[in-house]
Structure formats: C-alpha cells, structure tokens
C-alpha cells in the first residue's frame, strides 16, 4: 500500500474532517480507517475516482467524529499515567536511571534509560520508548508461550510457532498452519483480556471461522468472553505506551 503522491491530507467539503488517502492494488472498495497513528485514513482501489474518498468520509463523518472523540480521551488516559505503565492489570513505576540501554523490572519498578520524553510524551522514537516497547515485547513472548502451551494442553491442541508483533489492527491470529501471532500491547490490558484472546486462536486451531459453532467453544473455554471481548472494543485505542 502506498501513499497517494498528489494527495497527503485533504478537508472533505462540508464535513470539518481532515484525511489522508491511500491507494491499494487490494482493496476492492472504499475504506475509512480512523486510529491514534493515521488519523482518519481514506483507502482506495488503485483505479478509484479520487472524489470517493471525499464521498466516504462526509457519509461517515458522524461515526468519524465519534472515532476521534474517542481517540481523544484514549490519548488523556494514557496521559494520565504519569511515569507509569500498565502491565497486565498491575500498574509499573518507570524509573530512570542514567547510562541505562535495558528496562529491567524490579519489583513493580522499571528501571527505565533516562533519556526521552518516556510514555505518552510524543517521544515516539526516544530511546526510553524504543527500551520500553523492547522490554514489552520480550516480556509478551514470555507471558503469551505460557498460557498459549497450558490453553493447548487443555484443548488437546498444538500450535506450530509463535510470533510476537505490533499490528495496527489485529491483537492476534492463527494460520492453517496453526502459527501463531499475538500484539505485544496486549500486555498493557489486564490478565484476564490476554487470557480471552489466547483462547480465541487456540479456538481457531479448531474451527476457523466464526461460526457458532466457534463461540461455543470459546464459550466452554473461556465462559465470560463476552465481557472480555467488550472490555477490548471500548479500550483497545488506550493499549499504547
């Protein structure tokens, strides 16, 4: 997918929304994206007229604005935090320590370098940022293999690998194959949300659609999943560092 060369940001008419297009030889139909990175992000066909994009957005521009509010207040939680960071429904204190490369946890501390504007403060590529989501994402592997292998001990199932990613749109997915990939920020939701969606793929290991037949395995394995899969729809956008 690449971006639009003669189109970065545009206003659509009447609708008080800024966009950015983006054009895909996959897509087979207008696309309107919105999340904390992007933005409100337009995609179309490769062959599209470039006022369907203008088209979509004053369609959708309620749900739109109610993305951004949203996306808004996501921001301010995450804000909020201070020199904090969630960890599976415990709450870290970040602390800096000058000449340090690698978060280590200590208690319920980390030792965090002490340069960068840390966790919520733009700084996206500062190095404390850079340590945290490193240390994040080692720790992912550590806590997703383990439940991942006691779920399929349980299930009588297995699973061929495991990889730990940062998706922008999936918390996790299972191949045919029986590969496995799971968001590292899942780590930033509390336990019992990893938990819901470790047992989600181990469920596709089974059954790999989404068919009834699926929801009542996930609901024998995992009998609240509702609530669970509620409580990531609502704070998913708040899963960032």
Excluded: K
Excluded at 19 to 28: G, I, K
Excluded at 102 to 122: I, K, Q
Aim: charged content about 30%; some cysteine.
């Amino acid at each position: 997918m690449t971006l639009d060369a003669g189109s970065l940001r545009r206003d659509a008419a009447g609708s008080g929304v800024r966009y950015v297009v983006r054009r895909s030889d996959r897509a087979r139909q207008v696309r309107v994206r919105v999340d904390a990175v992007r933005g409100v992000e337009v995609v179309l066909p490769r062959r599209a007229a470039a006022r369907a994009a203008d088209e979509a957005v004053r369609e959708l521009g309620p749900w739109i604005r109610r993305r951004l509010a949203e996306l808004d207040a996501a921001r301010s939680i995450v804000a909020a935090r201070g020199d904090t960071v969630p960890y599976l429904g415990t709450t870290l204190s970040l602390v800096p320590q000058p000449g340090r490369t690698r978060v280590h946890r200590r208690g319920d501390e980390l030792l965090v370098p002490a340069s960068g504007a840390g966790p919520g403060g733009g700084g996206h590529g500062d190095e404390r940022s850079i340590a945290l989501e490193r240390w994040y994402r080692r720790a992912a592997r550590a806590e997703i293999t383990s439940r991942l292998d006691r779920a399929c001990d349980q299930a009588g199932l297995s699973y061929t690998r495991l990889t730990i990613r940062g998706q922008r749109t999936r918390w996790a997915s299972c191949s045919r194959s029986g590969a496995m990939s799971f968001n590292w920020r899942l780590l930033l939701a509390p336990a019992e949300v990893l938990d819901y969606v470790v047992w989600h793929e181990v469920c596709h290991l089974q059954v790999m659609d989404h068919s009834p037949r699926f929801w009542a395995l996930i609901a024998r394995w995992a009998p609240d999943y509702r609530e669970r899969a509620a409580w990531l729809r609502r704070h998913g956008q708040t899963l960032v560092l």
